[in-house]
């Protein structure tokens, strides 16, 4: 009898194993909005994938909280073994106010079966990044940033508490007001997705990383 337990035991536990792995391509961050920003209504947070002429909005979040969400994670494996754009937008949400809009975006990375494949708060603390605007009374963006956007680290904290390379991605607000847009220039491995995708991963487009 304590054979046959232990060898159910043993089964269940290589299940639970093998059931807690998953292959695939992630974009993971956290959001947080820099301590003394109280009087913040927010920030929206973007996240859209360009693969030539299309585009996919693949994270939408407004963000006004003072500390650190849990993570998010988004599943960026349809686009495996291509060359994309990832296009960052940050704007001021609906009531068009721009005080203390100090938004913070910590330890932002892309993954692949768990390695690093981009560094997006690397790539701007290097000043690879991609910079553009939209402002409110116009249609085509603005090459480079201006009227007070930036795009640049900022140790934070929000909460008392700091994240691996986070920056701040602040939108337009001397004298116009629009979004800031950052984008990043990658090629995407191809994976095996083969392997599962559960158990402690939350598996819609986008949404909290929770492990218990």
């Not at 909005?33 to 927010?42: F, H, L």
């Not at 296009?87 to 203390?100: C, F, H, M, Q, V």
């Amino acid at each position: 009898m304590t054979k046959r337990l232990l060898s159910v035991a043993l089964t269940l536990g290589l299940f639970f194993a093998t059931s807690i792995s998953w292959a695939g391509v992630d974009l993971s961050f956290f959001l947080g909005m820099k301590d003394g920003s109280e009087n913040s209504d927010g920030v929206t947070v973007t996240f859209v994938v360009e693969e030539g002429a299309n585009a996919t909005e693949v994270f939408n979040e407004h963000w006004a909280d003072q500390q650190w969400s849990d993570q998010f994670v988004v599943d960026l494996t349809g686009w495996g073994g291509k060359t994309i754009e990832l296009k960052l937008t940050t704007d001021p949400g609906e009531a068009r106010n721009t005080g203390w809009d100090w938004i913070l975006i910590g330890d932002t990375k892309v993954t692949a079966d768990g390695d690093l494949v981009y560094d997006i708060g690397q790539a701007v603390a290097d000043g690879q990044a991609s910079l553009s605007m939209v402002f409110d009374d116009e249609d085509n963006e603005t090459a480079g940033l201006s009227n007070g956007a930036n795009c640049s680290p900022d140790a934070g904290p929000s909460g008392g508490q700091e994240k691996p390379k986070s920056f701040m991605q602040h939108v337009p607000w001397d004298g116009k007001v629009g979004n800031t847009i950052s984008r990043y220039e990658m090629t995407l491995p191809a994976v095996d997705t083969t392997a599962v995708r559960s158990a402690g991963k939350l598996t819609t487009t986008w949404g909290y990383l929770r492990t218990h």
